[in-house]
C-alpha cells in the first residue's frame, strides 16, 4: 500500500475526524470563553477593586530603557487565563457529566429477553401436547 493511501485510509477513519472536528469548536469555544471572560466578567470585577484593568495588573522588573521594552510580570493576564481556564474545564466537566449520564440511562434500558434456548422450545411444545391430551 502506498504512502498516500495508507495516510488517506488514516485521515478518513471517522475518529480522527470527528477529533479535528472537536478542536476547531473547542479554538472557537476559547475564544468566546476569552472574550465572555475579557469583557464581560473582569470589568465588573475591576470596577468593584477600584476601576483597576486586570491586564493591566503587572509588576515591573526593570524599566524601560530606549529601544529595549520593560522586563514585566503580567499577573493580570495570567488571572484572566487562570478564569478561562476555570470555565472552560466547568463547561467540559457539564458536557461529560450529560454524557455519562446519557449512557447510564441507555444502560439501564432493560434488555430484551433472550430467546428461548433450542431445549426450551422442544419442552414447551412437549408441555402443550401433554396439556392437549388430558
Avoid: H
Avoid at 466578567?41 to 530606549?66: R, W
Avoid at 422442544?122 to 391430551?133: A, F, G, H, S, W
Wanted: glycine share 8%.
Amino acid at each position: 500500500m502506498g504512502m498516500m493511501q495508507e495516510f488517506k485510509k488514516f485521515a478518513m477513519r471517522g475518529n480522527v475526524v470527528d477529533m479535528a472536528v472537536g478542536i476547531i469548536i473547542g479554538g472557537a469555544f476559547g475564544k468566546i470563553v476569552a472574550s465572555f471572560v475579557n469583557d464581560v466578567i473582569m470589568p465588573p470585577i475591576g470596577m468593584l477593586i477600584g476601576g483597576v484593568n486586570f491586564s493591566d495588573l503587572a509588576i515591573t522588573l526593570k524599566e524601560a530603557v530606549g529601544e529595549t521594552p520593560a522586563v514585566m510580570i503580567k499577573y493580570g493576564a495570567f488571572i484572566q487565563t487562570l478564569l478561562d481556564f476555570t470555565i472552560i474545564a466547568f463547561a467540559i466537566f457539564i458536557a461529560v457529566k450529560a454524557m455519562n449520564n446519557l449512557k447510564k440511562k441507555e444502560e439501564e434500558k432493560p434488555a430484551a429477553p433472550p430467546a428461548p434456548s433450542k431445549e426450551e422450545v422442544l419442552l414447551t411444545e412437549i408441555r402443550d401436547l401433554l396439556k392437549q391430551r388430558q
